[in-house]
Nanobody, 122 residues
């Protein structure tokens, strides 16, 4: 089983940038697809982005396309989510998760981090 820890969240003004990190231990990330999801109070967890096990394929939610970039550093066993031109509606707790499949549904992911809060002020 892989263990994941997110970091890099914080408070940023609209139009600003943040980079989230998802560090893995226990297993190497080259064996898993890794996704980012976000959740606000009272709402279901929402897909943001996913990157394939080898890092050659990725997918994004329409709401973040052109603003967010996912990447995988296999040597450091870490996945990043670069978030640019951020909007107040990006405010949420962001989670990374691992899956044996390249997927966008949260039910396909079996290992989750504890989450990191991202707040975008207007």
């Amino acid at each position: 089983q892989v263990q994941l820890v997110e970091s890099g969240g914080g408070l940023v003004q609209a139009g600003g940038s943040l980079r989230l990190s998802c560090a893995a231990s226990g297993r190497i990330l080259s064996g898993y697809a890794v996704g980012w999801f976000r959740q606000t109070p009272g709402r279901e967890r929402q897909f943001v982005s996913v990157i394939s096990s080898g890092g050659g394929a990725s997918e994004y939610a329409d709401s973040v396309k052109g603003r967010f970039t996912i990447s995988k550093d296999i040597l450091n066993n870490t996945v990043y989510l670069q978030m640019n031109n951020m909007k107040p509606e990006d405010t949420a707790v962001y989670y990374c998760a691992a899956s044996s499949y390249f997927a966008t549904r949260s039910s396909s992911f079996h290992s989750w981090g504890q989450g990191t809060q991202v707040t975008v002020s207007s």
